[in-house]
């Protein structure tokens, strides 16, 4: 199924009318409208040269969440390990901020430009461990998608 999405994606980021974060923005709504665990999804940027990460576009509830210092929470882990972050249960992590009693699982995985780790894609899951190989190659692939508009 994800792998029908990727054409729609790079339909987004190659629309010449659009600004990045424009772009990014109907990047969440696609893929929390047509992935039915993907309960929430969002970007996360490093914030200027502060060790924190600051919300970006995104789809799904209103998070408090909007700066994350790096190390805390899953999103920062993933900030300081350059790596993908699959947590099948949010419930075994003890480094874990809670967005919401309903997100059972998430996945963070980093984007990159010009080898820099500059920010990350969030998903949260409502559904039990949801989260397979394919899931991080297909999100690996909107970040590549993503770090061509930025």
Same mark, same amino acid.
């Given at each position: 199924?994800?792998?029908?999405?990727?054409?729609?994606v790079?339909?987004?980021?190659?629309?010449?009318?659009?600004?990045?974060?424009?772009?990014?923005?109907?990047?969440?709504?696609?893929?929390?409208?047509? #992935?039915p665990?993907?309960?929430?999804?969002?970007?996360?940027?490093r914030?200027?040269?502060?060790?924190?990460?600051?919300?970006?576009?995104?789809?799904g509830a209103?998070t408090?969440?909007?700066i994350?210092?790096f190390?805390?929470?899953i999103c920062?882990?993933?900030?300081?390990?350059?790596?993908?972050? #699959?947590v099948p249960?949010?419930?075994?992590?003890?480094?874990?901020?809670?967005?919401s009693?309903? #997100?059972?699982?998430?996945? #963070?995985?980093?984007?990159f430009?010009?080898?820099?780790?500059?920010?990350?894609i969030?998903i949260?899951?409502?559904?039990?461990?949801?989260?397979?190989?394919?899931?991080?190659h297909?999100?690996?692939?909107?970040?590549?998608?993503?770090?061509?508009?930025?």
């Amino acid at each position: 199924m994800l792998s029908t999405l990727r054409p729609q994606v790079s339909a987004i980021t190659n629309s010449p009318k659009k600004s990045a974060t424009e772009k990014m923005q109907a990047i969440c709504e696609l893929l929390k409208e047509n #992935v039915p665990y993907y309960d929430w999804v969002g970007f996360y940027f490093r914030n200027g040269d502060k060790e924190e990460l600051k919300l970006g576009p995104y789809a799904g509830a209103p998070t408090d969440h909007t700066i994350i210092p790096f190390g805390k929470g899953i999103c920062g882990q993933v900030a300081v390990s350059n790596q993908n972050f #699959v947590v099948p249960d949010v419930k075994a992590q003890d480094n874990y901020i809670a967005c919401s009693i309903t #997100v059972k699982a998430e996945i #963070v995985v980093p984007l990159f430009l010009n080898g820099v780790n500059i920010g990350q894609i969030d998903i949260d899951s409502n559904t039990p461990d949801p989260f397979s190989e394919e899931d991080e190659h297909f999100l690996e692939y909107v970040n590549q998608e993503v770090s061509k508009i930025l």
